[in-house]
T-cell receptor, first 116, second 114 residues
C-alpha cells in the first residue's frame, strides 16, 4: 500500500515570497490533515478536511495561509507571503475518516520549509 | 484546555536495556484515545501504540508497552530490550472523539547507546 506522498521535501525561500506544498493521501482515505511542526515542538494541526470539506481550520493563519482539497483527493497548502516564523516542517496525514474505529492517522515524510 | 506534557526533552539508554518515557495530559473528557508516535530522524512519523481510555488493560505491542493511569492522567511508554533502531523523537498524543483531532506533546528525543 502506497503511503502519504508530499512534495517538495525541502524548500528555501525569502520572506514575503509565496510557497505551495502538495499532498497525496493514501487511496480511500476521506480525511486529510495538515500540521505545522516547528523545531523542538510537536505537530500542530492547521487544517482538517473530510473529503473536500473543511472540518477544522481554527488554527490556520488565514491572512497568509490557504489550503484546498479539490475533488476530495490531493491537497495543496499555500503560504503567501511567508514570514520568518513560518520556518517549520509541514506534515500531511490522512485517515479513513471521522467516526471509523481508532481513525489512525498516517503521516507523510513532510516538507521542510526554511524562510530567510 | 486539553494539553499534553512530556517533561523529558531527551533521554539516553544503553542498548538492550529498558527505558520509560513519561507523559501527562489534561482533559475533562471521559472517553478519548492516547497514542505514542515515533519520528526517526528525517523519516516519517509512525504510530507505536494506542490506548483507549475506557480500557483498563494497558496496551502492549511487542517490546513496547504503556502504563495508563487514568485518574492521574498519566500515560508512560516502556521500551524493553532497546535497539539502535529505536532512536527517534517520541511524541505522546491525545485525541478526543468524535472529531479525531490529535494534540501532541513536545516530544522526547531518545538516544540508544551501543
Amino acid at each position: 500500500e502506497a503511503g502519504v506522498a508530499q512534495s517538495p521535501r525541502y524548500k528555501i525561500i525569502e520572506k514575503r515570497q509565496s510557497v505551495a506544498f502538495w499532498c497525496n493521501p493514501i487511496s480511500g482515505h476521506a480525511t486529510l490533515y495538515w500540521y505545522q511542526q516547528i523545531l523542538g515542538q510537536g505537530p500542530k494541526l492547521l487544517i482538517q478536511f473530510q473529503n473536500n470539506g473543511v472540518v477544522d481550520d481554527s488554527q490556520l493563519p488565514k491572512d497568509r495561509f490557504s489550503a484546498e482539497r479539490l475533488k476530495g483527493v490531493d491537497s495543496t497548502l499555500k503560504i503567501q507571503p511567508a514570514k520568518l516564523e513560518d520556518s517549520a516542517v509541514y506534515l500531511c496525514a490522512s485517515s479513513f475518516g471521522v467516526g471509523t474505529p481508532y481513525n489512525e492517522q498516517f503521516f507523510g515524510p513532510g516538507t521542510r520549509l526554511t524562510v530567510l | 484546555a486539553q494539553t499534553v506534557t512530556q517533561s523529558q526533552p531527551e533521554m539516553s539508554v544503553q542498548e538492550a536495556e529498558t527505558v520509560t518515557l513519561s507523559c501527562t495530559y489534561d482533559t475533562s473528557e471521559s472517553d478519548y484515545y492516547l497514542f505514542w508516535y515515533k519520528q526517526p530522524p528525517s523519516r516519517q512519523m509512525i504510530l507505536v501504540i494506542r490506548q483507549e481510555a475506557y480500557k483498563q488493560q494497558n496496551a502492549t505491542e511487542n517490546r513496547f508497552s504503556v502504563n495508563f493511569q487514568k485518574a492521574a492522567k498519566s500515560f508512560s511508554l516502556k521500551i524493553s530490550d532497546s535497539q539502535l533502531g529505536d532512536a527517534a523523537m517520541y511524541f505522546c498524543a491525545y485525541s478526543p472523539p468524535p472529531d479525531d483531532k490529535i494534540i501532541f506533546g513536545k516530544g522526547t528525543r531518545l538516544h540508544i547507546l551501543p
